[in-house]
């Protein structure tokens, strides 16, 4: 299996206990309100957008509080962490019951390990587990004895139900049903005897806050709960997780820090208070929670060019010692950029003086994008769509060294930039021009791009007049004398190669694509082009002699081969081979093309027809090589 080069290497989508974005100061800044409440109650929300960031704040402030900033005294007592996240269970099980679980379970392993205060810790759990067991009761009609299922048994009997009403009734699926009716009657009885009988839910809930807090003065310690992902959930899931973390809520020695996006967190407590049309109680629900809420700060164009420049340079082959180095100099210089200084290229080599040249090539890359990854609509300096979008173009630039075509990386990334935020009817406009010039060139943007050069004021009509396309033409590099089409070839899931005139078959368009981006490869094909209608095959080879008609050498040009290939599947097709060749200026022809037609049914005729041209002696000397009935 070939090996990935470190270059190819891409960037994990997930949450980094690295700071690259100078996040660590509001990080710590939460961790010292922890430390000032002294085992008073806490609770702190992490707002921000999907992808922002609010994952990696959380560990950092759980690496700040494992690890004090220098000059902060340590607290007296210890910290003791519980991670939540409530997305992985959603539809497995109840969040409410989970998150209880999860704490009490962490409480009696913290216990046995001190060796104290397992008494407490038990009968937290026992709690848990007969409120557990009180939740399903009282949430249906059946009864235990019926077979009541247990939340993380709903998807298994659901599954199975819709098996009956499909028609798939059959002894094994009423066997399964019944079994699994059993097994969540077993849980739920599990759950019930496990807990102190003849309590009713109110007394229970005061009583299991009562336990915690005893639980936590004797082992001494603060219970810092870390809930993540609660955007990402369903709005019941997101509903019964705050519900749940409202047991625990403002109880002495504990810490609640819980990110989530407040506007989803809105849109759950709008729909589970649906017909209320009043939004001040749903904004006060989430706000009754939070005591401290903390916004994860939006990235400017200083931080998003330190940021790609920091994930090109941890991608380097340098030495992980020298990247973190790096590292920590280029966040604090992102805490002075108030002062006016800055994190470009220039900053970035001085703080080494061995970069290899193609790193040195992508800091280039990162001081021309930062402003509008910064700005743009699609992007707006999110670091996930960030991370995302280089990965992207990661994959592409790997497609074209795979498969031999050539690709400008700032060109690629240019359109890349446009397919992302740009009007998708323009997007569909710039790929139907290069599509239908003969160079696979977006001459559209000739005059655009000239103006924005000149630092003349632009006049743009639908759907181009967005001020996202007045920035992107003044990027460079200018596109509209490059040949895209392999550009094209590599983001072909987004990007149409044909007009659509053309109205070609979906496999057509396939191969058309293939052969206009790597022709030397069409004998590969000539199976599947043989199954084309022949209108498609008729729209291929006018394609590909648009194509042809910009080679200034005809010796084995590449696009040869599809034009070949095509021409030996439609005895049409090879006559218009035939007479293209023929009207190919003489100069342009050379000795190799003639070994490759002597196979051709029609090559007998381009022969002669070149030995009464004006083509190069060498050409003619071939030609008689081959035939020897050519003797002029």
């Not at 009968?123 to 007969?130: A, Y």
């Amino acid at each position: 299996m070939r090996k990935m080069s470190r270059e190819g290497v891409m960037w994990v989508d997930n949450e980094t206990g690295t700071d690259f974005l100078n996040f660590s100061g509001v990080a710590d800044t939460v961790a010292e309100i922890v430390y000032q409440a002294d085992g008073r109650p806490i609770s702190i929300g992490v707002s921000g957008a999907w992808g922002a960031g609010k994952s990696s704040m959380i560990k950092l402030i759980q690496a700040s509080l494992k690890d004090p900033p220098q000059g902060e005294e340590k607290p007296a007592k210890d910290f003791v962490f519980v991670e939540f996240n409530a997305w992985l269970y959603q539809g497995y099980d109840d969040a409410r019951a989970a998150l209880m679980d999860v704490i009490a379970t962490r409480l009696e392993t913290e216990a046995k390990k001190r060796a104290k205060g397992l008494d407490k810790a038990s009968e937290l759990l026992s709690r848990v587990n007969w409120l557990r067991a009180a939740k399903l009761a009282g949430s249906t009609a059946l009864s235990f004895a019926t077979g009541v299922p247990a939340p993380g048994l709903l998807g298994e009997i659901i599954g199975l139900v819709d098996r009956v009403r499909s028609g798939q009734v059959d002894q094994d699926a009423i066997e399964a049903l019944h079994d699994t009716a059993e097994k969540a009657k077993d849980e739920a009885g599990k759950l019930w005897n496990s807990a102190p009988a003849k309590k009713s839910p109110p007394k229970e809930i005061q009583a299991l806050r009562d336990n915690f807090e005893a639980i936590l003065e004797e082992l001494g310690v603060t219970l810092v709960v870390l809930i993540d992902d609660l955007d990402r959930c369903l709005p019941e899931t997101t509903i019964s997780t705050l519900e749940a973390i409202r047991l625990f809520l403002f109880l002495r020695n504990t810490a609640f820090v819980i990110a989530a996006d407040n506007e989803m967190i809105k849109h759950a407590v709008r729909k589970h208070f649906s017909g209320v049309p009043d939004d001040v109680l749903v904004t006060s629900y989430f706000d009754k929670l939070i005591q401290v809420p903390i916004r994860v700060p939006p990235l400017g164009t200083q931080e998003v060019r330190a940021y790609m420049m920091m994930l090109f340079l941890e991608n380097s082959k340098l030495p992980k010692e020298v990247v973190e180095e790096i590292r920590v100099k280029v966040r604090g210089q992102l805490r002075t950029t108030w002062q006016g200084n800055r994190v470009d290229r220039a900053f970035m080599q001085t703080l080494y003086d061995d970069y290899p040249t193609d790193l040195i090539g992508k800091f280039d890359t990162a001081e021309r994008l930062a402003a509008v990854m910064t700005s743009a609509s699609g992007i707006q300096g999110n670091p996930r769509l960030i991370k995302r979008f280089l990965n992207a173009l990661s994959i592409r630039m790997s497609i074209s060294r795979a498969q031999g075509v050539g690709v400008d990386e700032a060109g690629l990334l240019k359109l890349m930039l446009f397919e992302r935020s740009g009007n998708p009817k323009a997007y569909e406009e710039l790929m139907k021009a290069v599509a239908s010039h003969k160079d696979g060139k977006p001459v559209l943007l000739g005059e655009w791009e000239a103006d924005v050069k000149l630092g003349k004021a632009l006049t743009l009509q639908q759907p181009w007049d967005l001020p996202f396309v007045k920035e992107w033409l003044a990027l460079p590099p200018a596109l509209a004398d490059k040949d895209l089409r392999g550009a094209i070839y590599v983001s072909r899931e987004h990007a149409p190669i044909i007009t659509d005139e053309d109205r070609l078959s979906s496999e057509a368009a396939e191969l058309l694509t293939a052969l206009l981006a790597t022709p030397d490869m069409a004998g590969q094909l000539k199976d599947r082009l043989a199954l084309i209608a022949p209108a498609d095959i008729n729209v291929v080879m006018d394609r590909l002699l648009d194509k042809a008609g910009a080679e200034q050498e005809w010796g084995v040009p590449d696009i040869l081969e599809a034009l070949l290939v095509v021409g030996r599947l439609d005895a049409q097709q090879g006559l218009r081979l035939a007479a293209f060749l023929k009207a190919r200026p003489p100069a342009q022809i050379q000795a190799g093309i003639v070994p490759k037609l002597t196979d051709e049914v029609w090559a007998k005729s381009v022969y002669e027809f070149w030995m009464t041209a004006e083509v190069s002696g060498p050409v003619k000397a071939a030609i008689r090589k081959f035939d020897g009935n050519l003797t002029k």
